[in-house]
């Protein structure tokens, strides 16, 4: 790949993060479903986030910028056929009838959610299987947590654009639990584009070091990035500590800024590592909000933690490994240093600052 080639990749990337600036536990919504028998009448409620029902029906009847709950009222006919619509409910093979029942507002880590209580009709009864293909095509960071109680026990999973239906399958393995969040962890990574930009601008000087410690300095950033992540996502998916989510987000934000200032002054580089674990904590937190809301505990909370932090830290390592090599072929041009780099610590930051503006607490 040419220095061209490779520089242009790297800013229609940083072009298409800008277009969808909300990650990690942003685009979240909550869908709860019980059943008492196979052949009763299931009940559901869906949290979507106000702002992600928004994107599909204009709700500010006024338009003053604000939504009032009486706006939001008087639209929740509209509300149920657009969310309905996104959800496909099968049982036995057959569809389903979803019916509205009742609308009322919710918060999620501090941000106000429309809570829509339903009644889903099944002609016959036997196995269940949900899916949420619409409503995900407005955004492909969106996802879907469900908790399915039924006869069979409790289940939890994530519905994910591009991702399998959930069907009930009596109670779930250990180790299907570990590699279903295994997978999820993954890919929340890669839709993290914040994430993302933050270990970019903590890996792009190391190539600037002597050849001998290049590896040295990657592997005692990502490690310290890692470990520090991995506290703090320990810590809140268990409750022990919680936090709500816009201050996390901006600090997320805030730790992109800093980094790509910190690289345009060469002096600081002594303070990379510190950053990257003390900002590691925050970032470990904004992982946990992703699965803010699934109540796990006990024995079910450990393949979930484990399998979605490994699956993190696989997906961290695969981007290291398609970065470094690229950095380390352009880091011989003459301009790198002096150009390429600060250009790249510059565009990654000044993205970082817009996230920053949208995410202000």
Not at 68 to 84: K, L, P, S
Not at 150 to 169: I, K, M, Q, T, Y
Request: net charge neutral; hydrophobic share 50%; with cysteine.
């Amino acid at each position: 790949m040419s220095l061209r080639v490779g520089m242009g990749l790297i800013f229609t990337l940083l072009g298409l993060a800008s277009a969808r600036v909300e990650a990690h536990a942003t685009s979240t919504s909550y869908l709860f479903i019980e059943a008492a028998q196979s052949g009763d009448a299931l009940r559901g409620r869906w949290d979507i986030a106000v702002a992600d029902i928004a994107w599909g029906i204009d709700l500010d009847a006024d338009g003053d910028g604000r939504l009032t709950w009486g706006e939001i009222a008087r639209r929740q006919h509209d509300i149920g056929a657009f969310v309905f619509a996104g959800l496909e409910v099968v049982r036995s093979g057959v569809p389903c009838t979803t019916r509205l029942a009742d609308l009322a507002l919710a918060d999620h880590l501090d941000e106000p959610y429309v809570s829509i209580s339903m009644h889903i009709d099944c002609p016959q009864p036997g196995r269940l299987q949900l899916a949420t293909p619409l409503l995900f095509g407005l955004d492909a960071s969106q996802r879907t947590l469900l908790d399915v109680r039924g006869p069979s026990g409790r289940d939890n999973a994530v519905l994910a654009p591009g991702g399998a239906p959930w069907a009930e399958a009596g109670p779930v393995g250990t180790i299907s639990r570990f590699v279903q969040y295994l997978r999820h962890g993954a890919r929340h990574v890669a839709i993290g584009y914040d994430h993302l930009a933050f270990l970019l601008l903590l890996l792009l000087p190391s190539v600037l070091r002597a050849k001998g410690s290049v590896l040295r300095d990657v592997l005692a950033l990502v490690t310290a990035f890692t470990l520090a992540h991995s506290i703090t996502l320990g810590l809140a998916a268990s409750g022990v500590v919680r936090l709500p989510e816009r201050p996390i987000e901006f600090a997320i934000a805030l730790s992109i800024v800093v980094a790509g200032v910190l690289n345009l002054v060469p002096r600081t580089a002594h303070l990379r590592l510190p950053l990257a674990f003390g900002f590691g904590l925050i970032h470990g937190f904004g992982f946990a909000n992703a699965l803010a809301g699934l109540d796990v505990q006990g024995a079910r909370l450990a393949p979930l933690l484990a399998g979605f932090n490994i699956g993190v830290e696989l997906a961290q390592l695969g981007v290291v490994m398609l970065v470094m090599p690229l950095l380390l072929a352009w880091h011989r041009s003459p301009f790198f240093a002096a150009r390429i780099a600060p250009a790249l610590s510059i565009a990654v930051a000044t993205g970082g600052g817009i996230w920053m503006i949208e995410r202000w607490p």
